[in-house]
């Protein structure tokens, strides 16, 4: 079948030519309300059961959410269960509602009522659907006779009040598939039930509007809000929340958007579970904050322990390309982004009071509780920077910027060959292999040295090709003196090996290497070439002769 676009239709525009939000940033963090347990819940093919949606609820309130749907207590056995084993043991923090969804129906309004006593302080959810396909397709009903659910229902909870003696109640109402309603028929019914509820600023009515389905651009679900946000009556007695879904993969930036648009208040999921295409990602909007230097006021300093609580309750995973969860996000395999991420993270051990300004990381992973050794991974699409990262962060060695140039295509060939990526031990192991294992022609017997007046005489015993050869030179060190030797050498034939040291590194190795030091030693020879060599021993002098020989080695 071809595709066929007359089969759809453009969606239409709100008229708000003085729309004021593209104007506005964000200052600050708003009201959250995790719906994991309700939304995110009823979207599973299997879901959680009791005590998964404990932990999982033990989980949000460490994050801090302070707002938490737990569910939607007249659908199940489950849902009632929980909630009352919830209120019955205490399970939330004083300062933390419960939130139950309920429809606009009295037997279900009734049961919900109940799951509620005793209960410190909860939230009431009331909705009913208002777009005209609902209307017309799922209820076949007129605008008022729409508008009539939701005033019975907001009467119906109204009555029940008194049941909750000693609970804080708060009322919400949602216009469901707020986003495909006409804004002023989704003005006209939200105000018909504040007319029942009689918000006050003291007392405000939570305004949920969801973006049930995804239909438009996000700047549409703005210009909505905002129109609601100037339009609607008692602005100040309202708290005006979001609830968008991801249909067109925009879920985060209306939400971004209808903030700035002037919503108080944010309902998600951690990352982004929920029907269909899911929810919002409550963890992304807040880090997304976070990132700009507000502070979300949701804790996520440890984000693997919470996705593996996540993954475990829910059954879902959290992608490699998940923004800021997936294992990927932080991680750089291309040589040039490896090499500004390098200079970047240099540039902040010398300046770690500036602010946050390394090239492809948008956040500090340590600040979410990721590890910079995931920052930089190595494969055949990686240069010489990663390379050199690698030995460095998980090695301690410190390749010389010169030595880097030298090594890391030779360590690229071999991982290309491979054609995978490469661990960090993999890696040394390639540079033993390359430096400090070559041994053959010349291999290290003994090292001697004395001075006198000035001069250091060296006495060195080696083999070339397992044939003992032995050097004495002369020199203002130990090195001098080594390449003073090699110049009257007189072996196979060969009368003289001339070279000079063109550059020298050299420190201590991380304990764990069983070995003092390594030397990093480039030599030139006569035909005016250059190679790198390295040793490695406990005796810093020896690593340096170790290295000459290695760089000969390699010549
Ligand atoms: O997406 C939605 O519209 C909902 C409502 C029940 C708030 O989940
Ligand atoms: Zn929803």
């Known amino acids: 079948m071809p595709m066929n676009p007359k089969k759809y239709r453009p969606f239409p525009p709100v008229a708000l030519p003085d729309r004021q939000w593209p104007n506005r940033i964000l200052t600050h963090a708003p009201r959250w309300c995790s719906v994991d347990l309700r939304d995110?819940?009823?979207?599973?093919?299997v879901p959680m059961n009791v005590s998964q949606k404990l932990e999982l609820f033990s989980a949000l309130v460490k994050c801090g959410f302070k707002e938490i749907e737990v569910?939607?207590?007249?659908?199940?056995?489950?849902?009632?269960?929980?909630?009352?084993?919830?209120?019955?043991e205490k399970r939330a923090p004083d300062d933390v509602w419960l939130q139950v969804l309920v429809q606009a129906r009295e037997d279900l309004i009734e049961r919900t009522v109940?799951?509620?006593?005793?209960?410190?302080?909860?939230?009431?959810?009331?909705?009913?659907?208002?777009?005209p396909a609902q209307r017309r397709v799922v209820f076949g009903k007129s605008k008022d006779e729409i508008k009539a659910i939701a005033i019975n229902g907001a009467k119906l909870i109204k009555e029940r009040l008194h049941r909750l003696k000693g609970t804080e109640v708060r009322l919400q109402y949602s216009p469901e598939s707020f986003s495909g309603t006409e804004v002023e028929y989704a003005k006209e019914i939200s105000e018909a039930v504040m007319d029942v509820w009689q918000p006050t600023p003291e007392r405000p009515m939570i305004l949920n509007l969801p973006d049930t389905v995804e239909v438009a651009m996000p700047n549409v679900y703005a210009d909505?809000?905002?129109w609601i946000c100037r339009n609607i009556k008692n602005r100040d007695s309202l708290v005006i929340s979001l609830h968008t879904h991801n249909d067109r993969s925009t879920g985060v930036a209306a939400t971004e958007l209808g903030l700035l648009a002037g919503a108080d208040r944010v309902e998600g999921t951690l990352f982004g579970n929920g029907e269909r295409t899911g929810n919002l990602d409550l963890v992304t909007v807040a880090l997304n904050l976070y990132m700009h230097g507000i502070d979300p006021k949701l804790k996520f300093s440890n984000l693997s322990p919470l996705i593996d609580v996540y993954e475990r309750c829910t059954g879902m995973t959290v992608p490699p390309r998940h923004p800021y969860a997936g294992e990927l996000v932080f991680t750089a395999f291309s040589g040039s982004h490896q090499d500004a991420i390098k200079k970047g993270l240099a540039e902040r051990e010398n300046t770690p009071e500036a602010h946050w300004d390394v090239p492809y990381l948008t956040i500090d992973p340590a600040d979410i509780g990721r590890e910079y050794r995931e920052v930089i991974r190595v494969n055949s699409q990686s240069g010489k920077g990663g390379v050199a990262y690698l030995l460095e962060a998980e090695f301690g060695?410190?390749?010389p910027k010169d030595m880097q140039r030298e090594f890391g295509p030779i360590a690229n060939d071999a991982v290309d060959k491979l054609g995978r990526e490469v661990s960090g031990a993999e890696l040394k192991a390639m540079f033993w292999h390359e430096y400090i294992d070559r041994i053959s022609p010349w291999q290290l017997q003994s090292f001697d040295t004395e001075s006198k007046n000035g001069v250091v005489k060296c006495h060195v015993k080696l083999l070339r090709d397992h044939h003992p050869v032995e050097i004495i030179g002369e020199g203002n060190g130990p090195l001098a003196a080594l390449v003073h030797g090699f110049r009257k050498i007189h072996t196979f034939g060969r009368v003289g090996i001339r070279f000079e040291i063109s550059n020298y590194a050299e420190h201590a190795l991380s304990s764990g290497e069983g070995a003092a030091?390594?030397?990093?030693?480039q030599i030139k020879t006569t035909d005016g070439k250059s190679r790198w060599g390295a040793g490695v021993d406990t005796h810093i002098e020896l690593a340096s002769v170790r290295a000459v020989l290695s760089a000969l080695n390699r010549s």
């Open 71 to 88: 569910g939607f207590p007249s659908a199940s056995n489950t849902e009632f269960t929980f909630n009352r084993r919830l209120i019955e």
């Open 224 to 226: 909505q809000i905002e």
């Open 40 to 45: 995110g819940n009823q979207a599973l093919a």
């Open 517 to 521: 030091a390594i030397a990093y030693i």
């Open 397 to 399: 060695i410190e390749l």
């Open 114 to 131: 109940e799951s509620l006593v005793g209960a410190k302080k909860a939230i009431i959810h009331m909705y009913n659907s208002t777009s």
